[in-house]
């Protein structure tokens, strides 16, 4: 599991290494409604408006041929996370493939 490191902004679009090739991701937190993640491969939607939740997988498509898997990690308890706290108290993680067989829903 590698750690994405992720600013506490409410919108934001970066680049990550995930399995030798590059993706672009796009946080955005909605307020009431959530943070949502789109998923992008060579500037390529990949997968859009994905509700982020605590401890659950993000991608779960092994069609859509991503390596691993994403997850939101809460460090003081359950809660969705809130983009104030990125960083902090909420973690972006990668999760190999091997992880994504027994970490998570």
């Known amino acids: 599991m590698n750690i994405i490191n992720i600013a506490a902004v409410d919108s934001q679009y970066f680049s990550s290494q995930l399995g030798g090739d590059y993706y672009q991701l796009r946080l ?18 990949l997968i859009m408006g994905i509700l982020c939740l605590d401890r659950v997988r993000l991608i779960r498509s092994a069609y859509k041929r991503f390596p691993g898997d994403l997850m939101f990690i809460d460090q003081q308890g359950f809660s ?25 829903n």
């Open 28 to 45: 955005q937190d909605k307020g009431t409604a959530g943070v949502f993640l789109d998923v992008y491969r060579y500037e390529i939607p």
């Open 80 to 104: 969705p996370p809130q983009f104030t706290y990125f960083g902090t108290r909420f973690f972006l993680a990668h999760l190999t493939e091997d992880e994504t067989k027994t970490i998570g």
